[in-house]
C-alpha cells in the first residue's frame, strides 16, 4: 500500500499523526534558541599579557618571543601572529577550522602555564580572549554619575555582579573604571632621617601580612594543623606596621602617609562629553539572546529604582537587531506565504482548494521546527532563511499533486480520484525533491566559516523539502477527500467560470511552442551564444564575501602623535566629540586607551581611541566625519572612519583591501628599514598609502648604569635599579584582603608620578647615611624607537593594505613585484604582495565544488529513477540557461558575487531541474503510449503550462519581500532573493519553451529517426 493510498484510505488517522506532529513542533518552538547567528565555533584565540612601563623592544624580547616559541609546537595551528606595544603583549593564534576549541584552549593555558616561570616578575600572568566576531556584548550601557569612582565600585561589586547571576549571562566587562589600592607615600626625608631604606619598609609589611600553615600541635591524644595567622586585617593595623630600626620600632604612620588611592588608568570612557563607566555584557552561547536580553531589561529597571541617583544609558543593543533582524525575515516569510497563496488564488479560483494547497506551508513550517529541535538548529537568520527560501517551494509538491487530482477528476473528489492522481505523480515529485536535497545536502559537509554558516540553512531547507514531501503525498489527499463543515460551505463556491485568458494563453502558448519547434536547428546555437556572453560578463561582476549592509553607525579609530600624555589624549578626544555633537546628532561613545578586558570597544595603545557615533540624519556622514575631523587641531597623526560592521561583514573585513604587502626578514631593524623606503617610493609612484598604518617613530631614553661609580659607592646594580622602579612606578609589596574586596599595597614616594627628566636626575639614593644624586650613578641617552612590533609565526612582519592610486592597472602585481626588484633590500629582507582574491577564493571555491558536486547527484539520483543516460543530461541543460536570468538580474540590480548569491545558485539548481523533470517524465509516459513525438510535446506543454507557471510564481512571490522591503536586516539575503527570482524566470522560458526543443533534438539523435508532423 502506497503512502497516498493509506492516506485516502484512512484520513482521520493521517491528520492525527499531523496533528500530533504540530503540537510537538509548536512544544519545540517555545525551547529553541534565538540567537543571531549558529554557534560558528571561530577558530581564534589571543594571549594579552601586560608588562607595564616597559619599551615594545624589551616587550617583544622577554615576553611576546617566549609566548610564541613556547605554543608554536601545538597541534592545528594555522597562524601566530605578535604585536608588542608600549607595556602589552598581543599574541593572536589562529587554528584550523574544525578543531575543537575547548581542548586547544586547554591545551594553551597548558602551554603559557609552562612558560609563565621564565616572564619578568613585573609582568602580568598571560590571559587569554576568544576572539570571536560573533560573540560580541548584546547590550551595553553608560553609567552616569556625580561620584565616577563610587559609580565605578557600585558597577563592579553590584551591578556587574547582579547582571552575572541572571541565567544566559556569561560575563560583563566594565570600561573605564576606577580601581582602589592602597598607596604607602614614603616621606623620603624622614626615611634619611632613621637611616632606613625602601627595602626595610617593603619588607617590614610583607613579613607583617603572612598567613601559612606552621604544622600540627597534639592535644590528649589527638593532632590537630596549626594555621600562623598575622594578615593585616584594615588601613588601620597597616598603618601600626613597625618597621625595625636596629631593637627600635617606628610605626609607619610616622614614615609615610596610608591612604586609599585609585590606580594610574590608561583606560576612560565617555558618553558625548561627559566621562562615564561602560558596561558591556555578553551571553552564553547556548542561550535564548531575546530572553536573556528581557531579562537584563528587568535587572536594570530594578537597578534604576534601587539606585536612582544613577543614570543607565543604553549605547547598544544586539538583541534588538537580532529581533529586528528574525521580524524581518518572519515578516519577509509571512508575507510571502499570503502573496504565495493569492497567486494560487488566482490560478485555481477556488477557494477551499487554494487553501487545501496553502496549508501545507504552516503545518510543514511547525514540523520543520520539531525537526530543528532534534537537529539542534537554533533559530536565527540562517536557519530562518532556510524557512524563507522553502515558503514558495514547501506548496510546490502539493500544486502539482493538485494539478494532477484535478486533470482526473471527473465532477467530484472520491477516494478513487485522489489516489489515482497522486500516485501517477508520486514518482516524478519524489525524483525532484531528491534532487533537491542533492543540492542542499552537500553544504553540511562545508569546511571553514562557509561551512559553519551554511550548516543551518543546509538543514533547514533539506527539513522543508522532505516534509513537503510528505506532506503532499499524505495530508493534502487525506484533507481532499475529508467533508469538513467549512470545507463544505465553501464547496458551494467551487463552481467558476473558465477565465477567458485561459484559452487565450493556450494559444499562445502553442504558437511560440510551434514557433520554436519548426526553428529548433538555429535556436540551440543562439541560446548557447547567448549564453556564454552572459556568463562572461560575470567576470565584471563585484567580488566580495558577504554582502554590504546599510547602517546609521560609525566606528572612528583615531591615533594621537606618539609620547602624548594619556590625559592630554582624552582632552583631544573630549574636544573632537564636542565638534561631532554640534555637527551630527545622535550619541557618541568613546573608549579611550587600553581596556585590561579586551573589549570590543577597546581601542589600541594609550593614545589611541575609538568613537561608535550614530548619524540619524540623511546625509554623508562619513564625508561629513572627514571634514570635522580634518579642521581639528588636536594632533592627530591618524583617523579611520568606516560604518560598523555587521557580524558577517567583520567576519570577512581581512578583505577590505584589494592587495596585501608583506615585508619579512630575521630583523625587526631591517624590516623596518625596508618599509620606510618603501613607502616614500610607493607613494612617488601613484599608490595610495594614507593607510599604511605602522606605528611611527617616538623618542625615549635609555638608562645607562655607571659602573664605576657603583664600585666607587659599593652599591648593589639590583638595588639601584629596583630603587629607580619605586622612584618612577611604585612597588607592590602585597595585598591587603578584606571581606568583600582585595587592594594592592603599593609604596612609593610622594609626588613620584610623572618626573621631569631633571628632576628625575637630581634624586637622591641612599648609602647609609650618604645621599648621591642619582646622575652621578646613571646617565640617559635619547633614542627613537617603533611603538608597535609585529611578528608572524615568529618572524619580524609588516603586513599592510595596498590600494591602487593614480597609476591603477590590472597588472599590478607584476608593477610592484618590478618596484621591489629596483629596491635595495636589506639582508634577509623579503616583500611580497598578495592579492585578497586569493583568500575570496578560498571562501567561494568550496562553493563552487558543492555547486559541481550537486550537479554529479542531481544526475545520479535522474539515471537511477529513470535508469537512462540520456534523460538526465536533457533535464541538466536547465540549469545553465537559469544562470543566464540569474547574472542579468544580478547586472540590473547592481548584486556582487558572494557567498549568499552562491547559495542561491546552488539553491537554484534544484528550483530549476524541478518542472524540468516532472515535463520529461509526462513526455516518456506520452510516448510509451504510442503517441507521435511532437503531438506528445505539444500535449504534454499544454498540460503542464499552469502548473509550471503556478510553482514558479509561488517561490518568486515569496522572495519577493526580501528582495522589494526597504534596505535594513534583510540587505544579507537579497543576494539570494535576486539570483532564484532572476533564475526563475529563465528557467521557466526554457521549461515552458527550449526544453521541448532540446527533448526532440536528443530523442531524434539517440533513435536515428526523424518523426514529421
Partial sequence: MTIPDFSVKRPIATKMIFLLLIIVGMYSLRHLPVNLLPDLNYPHLRVVTEYPNVGPREVDNFVTKKIISQVNGLENISSIRGSSKDGVSVVSIKYNWGTDMDYALLFLRQALDQVAWSLPHEASRPTILKEDPSQKPIMGYALLSENLPALSELARNVFAKRFEELDGVAKVDILG?????????????????????????????????????????????????????????????????????????????????????????????????????????????????????????????????????????????????????????????????????????????????????????????????????????????????????????????????????????????????????????????????????CVFFPLIYLSGITGELLKDLALTATASLAVSLISALSLMPSLLVTRVPLLSFLRRYRRAKPFKTKRLALR??????EFFLKRRVILLPVLIIVFMVVLFSAGHLKKEIFPETSTD?????????????????????????????????????????????????????????VLTLRCDRETDAEKEIH????????????????????????????????YIVKIKGNNWDNVETAYRSMVAGLANAGYDVSDWKLAGSSLTYRLRVRQEMLEKYEIARGALLKFIQTQLQGLEVSTLNLVNESFEIVLTPRKSRDLLVN????????????????????????????????????????????KPGANDSRNIEKEFRNFVKRMNLPDGVQITVESSLVKVKGFLLPLIAVFLLSLVLIYSVLAIQYESLTLPLIILVSIP?????????????????????????VVLIGVAVNDAILKVDFYEKWRKKGENLISAVKEVGKIRLRPIVMTSFTTIFALLPILLLPEGNTDLWKPLAVVIIGGLFSSTFLTLFVLPVVYITFINKTTNKIEHE
Wanted: glycine share 6%; net charge negative.
Fill in 177 to 437: 573604571e576606577y580601581r582602589r589600592n592602597i598607596r604607602v607615600n614614603i616621606d623620603p626625608i624622614k626615611l634619611m632621617h632613621y637611616g632606613l631604606s625602601y627595602d626595610e619598609v617593603a619588607e617590614a609589611i610583607r613579613w607583617n601580612n603572612l598567613t601559612f600553615m606552621g604544622g600540627t600541635i597534639a592535644r590528649g591524644d589527638k593532632k590537630y594543623s596549626l594555621n600562623i595567622s598575622g594578615n593585616l586585617v584594615n588601613i588601620e593595623s597597616l598603618k601600626k606596621v613597625a618597621v625595625m630600626k636596629g631593637k627600635h620600632p617606628i610605626p609607619l604612620e610616622q614614615l609615610a602617609a596610608v591612604v586609599y588611592d585609585y590606580e594610574e588608568s590608561y583606560n576612560k570612557s565617555l558618553l558625548n562629553q561627559n566621562e562615564t563607566i561602560g558596561l558591556m555584557i555578553y551571553k552564553e552561547s547556548a542561550k535564548n539572546i531575546l530572553k536573556t536580553a528581557k531579562k537584563l531589561d528587568a535587572a536594570v529597571a530594578e537597578l534604576r529604582q534601587e539606585y536612582p541617583g544613577v543614570q543607565f544609558v543604553g549605547i547598544m543593543n544586539e538583541a534588538a537587531f537580532v529581533r529586528s533582524s528574525v521580524n524581518n525575515l518572519l515578516q519577509s516569510l509571512g508575507l510571502g506565504s499570503i502573496l504565495a497563496f493569492f497567486v494560487l488564488l488566482v490560478f485555481i479560483r477556488k477557494f477551499w482548494k487554494t487553501l487545501v494547497i496553502f496549508i501545507n506551508i504552516p503545518v510543514s513550517i511547525v514540523i520543520i521546527i520539531m525537526v530543528m529541535y532534534f537537529l539542534k538548529v537554533d533559530i536565527n537568520v540562517i536557519s530562518l532563511a532556510g524557512l524563507a527560501l522553502g515558503c514558495g517551494m514547501l506548496v510546490d509538491n502539493s500544486i502539482i499533486v493538485f494539478e494532477n487530482i484535478h486533470r482526473h477528476e471527473s465532477g467530484k473528489l472520491d477516494k478513487q480520484t485522489v489516489a489515482a492522481g497522486t500516485n501517477q505523480v508520486a514518482r516524478a515529485i519524489t525524483a525532484s525533491t531528491f534532487t533537491n536535497i
Fill in 508 to 513: 499562445v502558448y502553442e504558437s511560440i511552442l
Fill in 553 to 609: 553607525l560609525y566606528e572612528v579609530h583615531v591615533q594621537m602623535e606618539e609620547n602624548t600624555p594619556f590625559d592630554k589624549t582624552v582632552e583631544n578626544v573630549r574636544s573632537l566629540v564636542a565638534l561631532l555633537n554640534d555637527s551630527i546628532s545622535g550619541f557618541v561613545f568613546s573608549n579611550i586607551g587600553m581596556s585590561r578586558t579586551g573589549s570590543a570597544f577597546g581601542s589600541e595603545s594609550v593614545n589611541s581611541a
Fill in 627 to 658: 571634514d570635522i575631523i580634518d579642521k581639528a587641531d588636536i594632533g592627530l597623526i591618524h583617523a579611520e572612519i568606516k560604518q560598523k560592521k555587521n557580524v558577517l561583514e567583520r567576519l570577512g573585513e581581512e578583505l577590505d583591501y584589494e
Fill in 759 to 802: 628632576k628625575f636626575l637630581h634624586l637622591n639614593y641612599q648609602k647609609g647615611k650618604l645621599l648621591i644624586p642619582l646622575g652621578r650613578l646613571v646617565h640617559l641617552e635619547e633614542m627613537s624607537t617603533v611603538s608597535e612590533i609585529t611578528s608572524e609565526n615568529g618572524e619580524p612582519t609588516i603586513e599592510i593594505p595596498l
Fill in 881 to 905: 540557461f537559469a544562470l543566464t536570468g540569474t547574472i542579468l538580474l544580478m547586472h540590473i540590480t547592481g548584486t556582487s558575487l558572494n557567498i549568499i548569491a552562491l547559495v542561491g545558485m
